[in-house]
């Protein structure tokens, strides 16, 4: 076990943390990446637990989703106690609860006890994820730090890009497990924290607040509440419909619990999140930016994996290997984006970077079922780049603004907004989608199914497929369900992007316009005289 550190002494500052710190980047990238991974592999399941579990769409959304609400929800509450009585102890507690719903999803034999599991875990992860970000703030010195952090957003990118491949791997039908056997993804989690938590427990340092702040509990309540409510009205809105009862109840609370949070925490002593942090420009932009760049990559990889799978015919192992080229990307681009912030400017490099994703959902909007591996895997190409030029600055950009007694509150605020923007972007994309998967099927191929079966097939692809496949449906209204389940979305797949592509321009106009100040308040802005003649290029990335 690693000594708690004297008060008086940072642990950048000890030679020992000193020695081993890209060594303790390293296990905390493993805990991060085993957090993200869990959110992304699982849709590559969610065809394989559909078919076993006979989950409807709704079942398929809470799967995903109340992973999320109690992730977000939990966050900035999770980063203050982390803070406060010690962020490996927060992170060790993560760890074994993460584990713990794992175990649960592996042996499910029902959606409830699925969407159980995803609960437990996500409160799992909102314990892990801040304390990962804050343990790096404080063993990495200022000098090294934003690199640090880079490394860090790269993996936590890679993560979401290395899901889909390791559990469609998991999900082939080879020796261990029977073929698609969708336990497995929840499986590798357990065997993942194992190892994890035995690497945290011996070599990470105990780091927590030296000023014993103590905990807001009102705060906490409030913003629980108020996340949590967010983004159930966010999540159920395209289901529901926005104007239902449900929803416009969950926004009303939202509003109230986040709006009676922002009053607390302007009037209390001891604020678990200080208003004041917004006021400065760099933690403001970048938690705008990372709610963003998240709204549009989280909606992208929901609809990417079922384009791949129902439409491609792609098995979840092969599906899991065509997102490569975007982790790929992601990982070689995002170390070197500290050092071309710091020479640019972040608002300049984190507005390249929305070009980047701007072009890249501009290619995926005109895949169709027959176009080229390679064009896709240059859209994936352009989208890791883009990726790995935005979130890690904009990561950088919030953790500068706290104080490292505030790390794990810093850390939280910038995980909470990745989680709101992107199922935001689920909620928002995935809507475009339906809308447009459903007007492109048409009635007379639903009026020749079954009663039972009309609905579900306009309802999503995944049913559509599955209905398809039925050996009791005439041949011909089978083969054209199929072509016309394929057909309608593919073009919803592609007005998606579209918007994802106008949204992502939008907001990298926005960056540059508006973060120019920031840069200067920060002291990374080029003078005017170089700016003209220092805008990033690719070969700058590359170098």
């Not at 060594?23 to 959110?39: D, E, H, K, N, Y």
């Not at 006979?54 to 989703?65: E, K, N, P």
């Not at 942090?277 to 990417?304: D, K, P, Q, W, Y």
């Amino acid at each position: 076990m690693t000594p708690a550190a004297p008060a008086d002494i940072p642990l950048f500052e000890r030679p020992e943390i000193y020695a081993k710190r890209w060594f303790l980047l390293g296990i905390m990238c493993l805990s991060l990446v085993m957090v993200v991974m869990a959110v992304s592999g699982l849709n590559v399941a969610i065809p394989s637990i559909q078919s076993s579990l006979g989950a409807s769409a709704t079942d398929l959304q809470w799967i995903v989703d109340s992973y999320a609400i109690i992730f977000a929800g939990l966050l900035i509450s999770a980063g203050a106690i982390g803070d406060r009585f010690g962020r490996k102890r927060a992170l060790q507690g993560g760890l074994l609860l993460f584990g713990v719903g794992s175990i649960i999803g592996t042996f499910a034999g029902d959606v409830t006890v699925v969407i159980v599991s995803r609960a437990v875990m996500g409160i799992g992860a909102a314990f892990v994820m801040p304390a990962t970000l804050s343990i790096i703030s404080a063993i990495f010195a200022p000098q090294e730090r934003s690199k640090a952090i880079a490394v860090w957003a790269g993996f936590a990118g890679a993560g979401g890009a290395l899901g889909p491949l390791v559990v469609g791997f998991l999900l082939t039908d080879w020796w261990v497990f029977p073929a698609y056997w969708w336990g497995a993804a929840f499986l590798f989690n357990v065997v993942t924290v194992a190892i994890t938590l035995t690497a945290v427990s011996i070599w990470a340092p105990r780091s927590k607040d030296d000023e014993s702040t103590p905990l807001d509990p009102v705060g906490a309540v409030l913003s629980i509440v108020g996340l949590a409510a967010l983004l159930f009205g966010i999540i159920e809105g395209p289901v529901k419909g926005w104007s239902s009862t449900p929803v416009i109840a969950g926004f009303v609370l939202a509003i109230v619990g986040l709006g009676g949070f922002i009053v607390w925490e302007l009037r209390t002593k001891h604020p678990m999140l200080p208003m004041t942090f917004f006021r400065n420009g760099g933690f403001s932009l970048g938690s705008g930016v990372i709610t963003f760049a998240f709204f549009v990559m989280f909606g992208f990889f929901f609809l990417m994996t079922q384009f791949l799978q129902f439409v491609r015919d792609y098995s979840p192992l092969d599906a899991g290997v065509a997102t490569l080229p975007l982790a790929v990307a992601l990982v070689m681009v995002s170390p070197r984006s500290a050092a071309v912030s710091e020479k640019f400017g972040a608002s300049r490099v984190m507005a390249l970077g929305f070009g980047f994703i701007t072009a890249g959902f501009a290619v995926m909007a005109f895949v169709e079922a027959s176009t080229s591996y390679l064009a896709i895997a240059l859209g994936l190409v352009l989208l890791g780049i883009g990726m790995g030029i935005t979130v890690a600055p904009a990561t950088g950009s919030i953790m500068s603004a706290v104080p490292l007694n505030k790390a794990g509150v810093g850390s939280a605020v910038n995980d909470t907004t990745r989680e709101v923007g992107g199922a935001l972007g689920i909620a928002v994309l995935g809507s475009i989608a339906n809308s447009a998967y459903r007007s492109g099927i048409s009635d007379d191929v639903l009026a020749s199914l079954p009663r039972e079966s009309a609905g579900p097939a306009a309802e999503s692809i995944g049913a559509a497929v599955q209905i398809a496949g039925d050996p009791r449906l005439p041949t011909e209204v089978a083969l054209r369900l199929g072509e016309e389940a394929r057909a309608a979305f593919t073009d919803a797949f592609n007005s998606s992007l579209a918007s994802a592509a106008a949204i992502a321009a939008v907001i990298g106009v926005a960056v540059f316009v508006f973060g120019r100040r920031t840069d200067a308040a920060r002291g990374t802005h080029p003078t005017d005289e170089a700016a003209d003649e220092t805008t990033p290029t690719p070969a700058d990335l590359a170098s």
